[in-house]
């Protein structure tokens, strides 16, 4: 089975400009998770969803919003970026509620940078 | 209550030496323990994982030890190679009906071994 997949892997935007990142769970998975990894605050979760609908929301602002499509793609945005929103950006899937779901496996990330 | 921590912040051990890492957790609805291997520019990787009705659990050179008592688990790699130098992450999660997919992350260990 293919891995997760994220576009892009990296991307540089401004100040004020707003980002969509991109996910494709593995084959089968239907619940899809967002994290954002910085050295200074580690690995923080910032949403999950489940069959289109989110299911969890981490602590963070409104700017950071997510979807996800009929076929379990998932896409976050973040609009009006700011300096911290430079991170790596994980999606993980997981076959959550069925099977072995609590195993989550993730994306190579796409790296935000905001200049 | 939600926190998971981890230590050391960075281990050095030579090669064909014992690596532990230590993790402790407040959250006594935590049921799921895995440990992420994370190397540079890649997304964390699912190593092993621990439910709490067990104490220990060995996949290869990798061995998880938990204490339930003291809400503390630990990872220990043996015979440590030069290969295995990268981040490690445990983390935690208290399943699929209290908060679906949602792992959260110790703040990680750098380990590094030397050949």
């Known amino acids: 089975k293919a891995g997760v997949t994220q576009t892009p892997r990296y991307l540089i935007k401004t100040r004020g400009q707003q980002v969509t990142l991109s996910c494709s769970p593995i084959?089968?998975?239907?619940?899809v998770s967002w994290y954002q990894q910085t050295p200074g605050q580690g690995l923080q979760f910032l949403f999950e969803y489940f069959s289109e609908t989110q299911r969890n929301k981490g602590n963070f602002p409104g700017r950071f919003s997510g979807r996800q499509f009929s076929n379990s793609r998932s896409e976050m945005n973040v609009s009006t970026l700011e300096l911290g929103d430079s991170a790596l950006y994980l999606c993980a899937s997981s076959s959550m509620p069925q099977g072995n779901g609590y195993e989550q496996y993730f994306g190579p990330g796409t790296r935000l940078t905001v200049t | 209550q939600q926190q998971v921590k981890q230590s050391p912040q960075s281990l050095i051990v030579q090669k064909g030496g014992i690596s532990i890492i230590n993790c402790a957790y407040e959250n006594t609805a935590f049921d799921y323990f895995p440990w992420y291997q994370q190397f540079p520019g890649k997304g964390p990787a699912l190593l092993i994982a621990i439910r709490p009705d067990v104490s220990e659990k060995k996949e290869g050179r990798f061995t998880i030890s938990f204490n339930k008592s003291a809400k503390q688990f630990s990872l220990h790699i043996m015979d440590s190679q030069p290969g295995d130098s990268a981040t490690y992450f445990c983390a935690a999660s208290s399943g699929w009906e209290t908060s679906g997919s949602r792992l959260t992350f110790g703040e990680g260990t750098q380990l590094t071994v030397n050949p």
């Open positions: 084959s089968g998975h239907r619940s």
